[in-house]
């Protein structure tokens, strides 16, 4: 019989998106209806709140990013230190 190797795949952990990234996600969702609805009524006042709100949602979902990256680092190091 011929020898039957098995290999095992090394499954990479997704990071689930955190409160930020998501809070950020909902502010952009909600900026882009604004902004759209004031170009369609002819509103540059919603328009414009529209545009900030969702470059405020842009810029917290960046900062989720990047708390999510470093904790995904320092959990790196920390199975660096378990496996070594």
Not at 18 to 40: L, P, S
Not at 44 to 51: K, M, N, Q, V
Not at 70 to 77: F, K, Q, Y
């Amino acid at each position: 019989m011929a020898d039957i190797t098995l290999k095992v795949l090394e499954v990479k952990k997704m990071s689930v998106p955190n409160h930020d990234e998501m809070k950020g996600k909902w502010e952009q969702a909600k900026g882009w209806v604004k902004d759209k609805t004031g170009e369609a009524t002819n509103n540059p006042d919603l328009e414009a709140e529209g545009e900030a709100q969702n470059a405020k949602g842009h810029t917290q979902e960046t900062w989720g990013k990047v708390k999510r990256g470093v904790g995904d680092a320092v959990e790196d190091v920390g199975d660096a230190i378990r496996d070594a």
